[in-house]
């Protein structure tokens, strides 16, 4: 396996399928980076070309775990290197991503992922390979994907001890805009209103509800404008939904002092989110149709291995 970008998702990849027993190589855009990961005996360089030739000739599938601006660049390297190689991301929209690979590789037997596992530190030092247990390995299941390689990112994923949500890639980017996008933007605002003023008495005070609240607004920003402005249609329409659910409480506040409404809302949402992180595990056989395994995924049940 060749990981491009050796940041928290392909360092900790890499790890992974170490532990796992693979056979894997990568690169990173810094010289700083590769050298973090060599010194702990992992094979990363700064030589992109070189990593996607050795891809080539091993036939090896290729992840890529670069920030969405940086993936066009990238890709005209696999374009001209390793063409037609396996290939697979772990960035977190899908249609931008699909999009650009049909522009810029269209020979390469791509196959859209989405890791839903990540921490608000970045870099090869945040790292580590149990970072995807037990998490939703979101596996694109659009018509006309090749199979075989769809396969060989399912093992991947559970090699790295995840299991596998199917999905359409413009459901799946709908599905993140709601749930990770968008908390992105509100612990943004709710760190905004927090350290609003001219004393620091209300972050005094800040116990655990502001920070876990807060805690996705210590991403680097320029990883959160990367994914979110990458998903922008899906996400303005989760952005209309809070909007509409904050303004109806907003008036119910005004008008009666009356929160039932939203806060009971909130707790079953909670409850219902709670009650899909144990989802019905699911055996398909290989050649599975991409019809069939979409809609493992909108049940909220998992692929965890072969029937």
């Not at 020979?107 to 030092?125: I, K």
């Not at 972050?203 to 991403?219: C, E, N, P, W």
């Amino acid at each position: 396996m060749c990981v491009i970008g050796a940041g928290l998702i392909g360092g900790s990849l890499m790890r992974a399928a170490d532990k796992a027993g693979r056979a894997v190589w990568g690169t990173s855009a810094s010289e700083e980076t590769a050298a973090e990961a060599r010194a702990v005996g992992f094979d990363v360089d700064t030589d992109t070309d070189a990593a996607l030739h050795r891809a080539a000739e091993a036939d090896a599938l290729v992840v890529l775990a670069v920030p969405l601006p940086a993936l066009d660049g990238v890709l005209r390297r696999v374009a001209a290197v390793a063409p037609a190689c396996r290939l697979t991301d772990a960035v977190s929209v899908k249609v931008a991503v699909a999009d650009a690979v049909a522009r810029l590789a269209p020979r390469a037997r791509f196959v859209g992922g989405h890791p839903m596992a990540g921490t608000a530190e970045s870099g090869w030092g945040a790292g580590n390979g149990e970072l995807f247990a037990d998490a939703a390995w979101v596996v694109a299941a659009d018509d006309g994907i090749d199979l075989d390689v769809w396969a060989d990112v399912a093992e991947l994923a559970w090699a790295c001890g995840s299991r596998v949500v199917p999905a359409a890639s413009d459901e799946h980017d709908l599905a993140v805009a709601r749930v990770s996008h968008l908390p992105h933007l509100l612990a943004a605002v709710l760190a905004a209103v927090g350290a609003a003023g001219d004393d620091d008495l209300p972050l005094a005070l800040a116990a655990s509800s502001f920070a876990d609240g807060t805690r996705v607004a210590g991403t680097r920003p320029e990883l959160v404008l990367a994914m979110c402005e990458g998903n922008r249609d899906a996400l303005l329409a989760a952005v209309d939904d809070a909007l509409g659910r904050l303004g109806a409480m907003r008036g119910a506040l005004a008008s009666t002092g009356g929160l039932a409404a939203t806060v009971r809302a909130g707790y079953a949402g909670r409850l219902r989110w709670a009650a899909a992180r144990d989802p019905q595990p699911v055996r398909v056989r290989r050649g599975t149709a991409p019809a069939e395994l979409r809609e493992i995924g909108r049940r909220g049940d998992a692929v965890v291995g072969w029937a």
